[in-house]
């Protein structure tokens, strides 16, 4: 059996192996290659990659690539072709042959009108460690105005309300994304919140109250002023668990903070698809008193 030492040394060697195919997505990734990311052996990397993540390596290159498609054809303008020669894939129907197989629905299909409960229920990120020591800074948040888009029901859904805020700052020009921070207040954990109960909050900050009864329904809101601990969180928004865990659990504690009434938040420094999964940026916010 593993030591306590052991096993995290495996585990960052799997890491590199993560990193290196999220960063080349649009290579060739075999398997001589990434075992030699890793410093296993070829001939025994494949039973050591499968044990480890549940999925074949060629499984889980390939929902990488799907999963990047997915945010590029459902935030993008990129036309489809462009988008199945980059992550990856021979020809656009070779492509389209694996994003039927996988989501139902045919890339343009998913364009249009995106499903994203089958990719929720079908792809399973692999087990993953934080890379960095937790870096916490206290800052004073100023008073905030936003424009507010209310996300209510299954949390794999969020992505219909984002697409539905993006619209809405498209047709106004009132928070533009290249000059307008942009915020998520999480009201729910996911992980403890029944899905229609849910509610999560898409914010674009604005220096003026918005026209109301829009149709799609973005109101009028504030970020209250206040103290906050911020953590600062590389990579896919699906995995911020990884860092807001270790804020409650072992940071908070051992601060002697206590919380404010008002929820966690996070500031997206960038967004997809302006820049691959890999490089988001995502500064997490926690109020505190004082």
């Known amino acids: 059996m593993m030591t306590e030492t052991q096993a995290a040394a495996y585990a960052k060697r799997f890491e590199r192996v993560f990193d290196h195919i999220e960063r080349h997505l649009d290579e060739p990734l075999d398997l001589e290659r990434l075992s030699r990311v890793a410093n296993f052996s070829k001939f025994h990397f494949h039973r050591q990659f499968s044990h480890y993540c549940g999925m074949s390596v060629i499984a889980y290159v390939r929902q990488l690539r799907l999963k990047h498609a997915c945010d ?4 993008g303008q990129e036309r489809v072709i462009d988008i199945a020669l980059d992550v990856g894939f021979d020809s656009p129907e070779a492509f389209a042959r694996a994003f039927r197989q996988a989501f139902g629905q045919s890339p343009s299909q998913f364009r249009r009108n995106p499903q994203w409960r089958p990719w929720r229920e079908r792809i399973t990120p692999p087990p993953r460690i934080r ?7 206290i800052v ?3 008073a ?3 424009a507010v888009l209310q996300h209510h029901g299954a949390p794999e859904l969020v992505n219909d309300s984002a697409r539905l805020f993006i619209q809405w700052r498209q047709e106004t020009g009132l928070s533009p994304v290249r000059a307008s921070r942009t915020f998520g207040i999480a009201f729910s954990d996911p992980d403890v919140t029944e899905p229609e109960a849910f509610r999560f909050d898409i914010c674009g900050e604005v220096t003026q109250p918005i026209p109301e009864g829009n149709p799609q329904g973005v109101t009028n809101g504030e970020i209250s002023e206040g103290r906050c601990a911020v953590v600062r969180h590389l990579g896919s928004h699906d995995r911020l668990a990884e860092s807001i865990y270790p804020l409650f659990r072992e940071w908070l504690p051992e601060s002697g903070e206590e919380l404010r009434d008002f929820p966690l938040f ?4 960038n967004l997809v698809p302006d820049v691959a999964e890999h490089e988001l940026i995502t500064d997490i916010l926690l109020p505190l008193k004082g």
């Open 72 to 75: 590029r054809l459902a935030f």
């Open 131 to 137: 890379r960095e020591p937790m870096d916490v800074k």
């Open 140 to 142: 004073n948040f100023p």
């Open 144 to 146: 905030t105005r936003v």
């Open 266 to 269: 996070f500031h997206y420094i």
